[in-house]
T-cell receptor
Framework: RKEVEQDPGPFNVPEGATVAFNCTYS??????FFWYRQDCRKEPKLLMS???SGNEDGRFTAQLNRASQYISLLIRDSKLSDSATYLC??????????????FGTGTRLTIIP | DTGVSQDPRHKITKRGQNVTFRCDPI?????LYWYRQTLGQGPEFLTY????????KSRLLSDRFSAERPKGSFSTLEIQRTEQGDSAMYLC??????????FGEGSRLTVL
């Protein structure tokens, strides 16, 4: 089983709609969880961390389900500028005792006018 | 600009040649990471430094790859005898003691 599994999409969603992505992880030792945004031919940038109790940042809501080992990202009232690839990432302590961030393959989102 | 900078941004080389990429992290950041990203994939971890010590290398990093961070500031990633399969975006990232990771814009390698 892959360490991280993420639906690559593409998700083509009309402007104003709500869209949600999930990302599953196989290593229960994963300690911290994140969503990154990556625009075409650009570097990934942190969108938001994901906390156990769930957290919200404007139109974006992130949830963590440790029992089922997945995180989710919900985008409400989607804007054209939300078109990007969304990468989930997990931080855990590696076998060498070092923190390591592991990324999913990314979900490509296109908002349609 | 005080972000992570990488050089060169683009490199086209012939198979068998050596290439070197440089990364200048954010100045106060003690941790530096190299990732590789191919089309349609997420970034894959290659190696990690804390100050000048290289603490972990991925199995993805064959003997043809070597990375250094001699003074705990900038880092170089060298690929010897490049192969077409090395074509990818090489991303550098830095953080302060496990905090938020900041990525550079990447160095895109094309091996002909």
């Amino acid at each position: 089983r892959k360490e991280v599994e993420q639906d690559p999409g593409p998700f083509n969603v009309p402007e104003g709609a709500t869209v949600a992505f999930n990302c599953t992880y196989s290593n229960s030792a994963s300690q911290s969880f994140f969503w990154y945004r990556q625009d075409c031919r650009k570097e990934p940038k942190l969108l938001m961390s994901v906390y156990s109790s769930g957290n919200e940042d404007g139109r974006f809501t992130a949830q963590l389900n440790r029992a089922s080992q997945y995180i989710s990202l919900l985008i409400r009232d989607s804007k054209l500028s939300d078109s990007a690839t969304y990468l989930c990432a997990f931080k855990r302590v590696s076998n060498f005792g070092n923190e390591k961030l592991t990324f999913g393959t990314g979900t490509r989102l296109t908002i349609i006018p | 600009d005080t972000g992570v900078s990488q050089d060169p941004r683009h490199k086209i080389t012939k198979r068998g040649q050596n290439v070197t990429f440089r990364c200048d992290p954010i100045s106060e950041h003690n941790r530096l990471y190299w990732y590789r990203q191919t089309l349609g994939q997420g970034p894959e971890f290659l190696t990690y430094f804390q100050n000048e010590a290289q603490l972990e290398k991925s199995r993805l990093l064959s003997d043809r790859f070597s990375a250094e961070r001699p003074k705990g500031s900038f880092s170089t990633l060298e690929i010897q005898r490049t192969e077409q399969g090395d074509s990818a975006m090489y991303l550098c990232a830095s953080s302060f003691s496990g905090g938020e990771l900041f990525f550079g814009e990447g160095s895109r390698l094309t091996v002909l």
